[in-house]
């Protein structure tokens, strides 16, 4: 398991600084990467966190999205653990959004030139 930098007292049980790396190689049809903590992890599924997140990839908001894993988590946690609730943090990038194509800025133009 891995943990932050300096915490002696875990280290003695096993937890280390040094990161936990997996690598995979994208395909077409994955959607969106999620990176979050143990806090998120111990409570949601793989497809929990598909399920929250899916709604949200599909009108492009990837902070909603979090904000939606952390609150599931929080509220997860608290049923089955009321008294402690700690390091709950999540990102999610969405892969190949297509956003609304916007005009150049003239004024920003006219400086490159």
């Given at each position: 398991m891995t943990?932050?930098?300096g915490d002696?007292?875990?280290s003695r049980v096993g937890i280390t600084a040094e990161p936990e790396i997996l690598e995979l190689d994208l395909c077409p049809d994955d959607?969106?990467?999620v990176l979050a903590s143990d806090g998120v992890w111990e409570f949601l599924s793989n497809e929990d966190i598909a399920k929250i997140v899916m709604p949200y990839f599909e009108c492009k908001n990837a902070e909603k999205a979090a904000e939606a894993v952390v609150r599931?988590?929080?509220l997860k946690?608290?049923?089955e653990e009321d008294d402690i609730i700690d390091d709950i943090t999540c990102v999610i990038i969405f892969l190949d959004v297509k956003m609304p194509q916007q005009e150049p800025n003239i004024h920003l133009l006219e400086q490159t030139v």
């Amino acid at each position: 398991m891995t943990r932050s930098f300096g915490d002696e007292v875990a280290s003695r049980v096993g937890i280390t600084a040094e990161p936990e790396i997996l690598e995979l190689d994208l395909c077409p049809d994955d959607r969106f990467v999620v990176l979050a903590s143990d806090g998120v992890w111990e409570f949601l599924s793989n497809e929990d966190i598909a399920k929250i997140v899916m709604p949200y990839f599909e009108c492009k908001n990837a902070e909603k999205a979090a904000e939606a894993v952390v609150r599931e988590s929080y509220l997860k946690w608290k049923q089955e653990e009321d008294d402690i609730i700690d390091d709950i943090t999540c990102v999610i990038i969405f892969l190949d959004v297509k956003m609304p194509q916007q005009e150049p800025n003239i004024h920003l133009l006219e400086q490159t030139v």
